[in-house]
C-alpha cells in the first residue's frame, strides 16, 4: 500500500506543479495580448497565481517530509 500511496502522491505532486506552471504561463500570454484596460486585472490575477505556485512548491517537499517521518515513525 505505501508503494501505491508514494506512486499516487508523486504523480499527484508533479501534475499540479506542471499545472501551475501552465496558469502561470497563460496568464503571460493573455498578459502579452490583452489592452491596456484589462492588464490591470490581469496583473492582480498573476500575483494570485504566483502566490498560489509558491505554495505548491513549497508544499510539496514539505509533506513529502512529513512522509518520510511518518513512515519511519510506523
Not at 505532486?13 to 500570454?29: E, K, P, R, T
Amino acid at each position: 500500500i505505501r508503494n501505491m500511496i508514494n506512486k499516487f502522491w508523486g504523480t499527484f505532486s508533479v501534475v499540479v506543479q506542471v499545472i501551475a506552471m501552465a496558469c502561470i504561463v497563460f496568464s503571460g500570454v493573455r498578459y502579452m495580448f490583452s489592452s491596456a484596460d484589462k492588464k490591470a486585472d490581469i496583473k492582480q490575477q498573476t500575483v494570485t497565481l504566483f502566490i498560489g505556485a509558491v505554495l505548491v512548491f513549497a508544499a510539496v517537499p514539505l509533506i513529502n517530509f512529513v512522509i518520510d517521518v511518518a513512515s519511519t515513525m510506523f
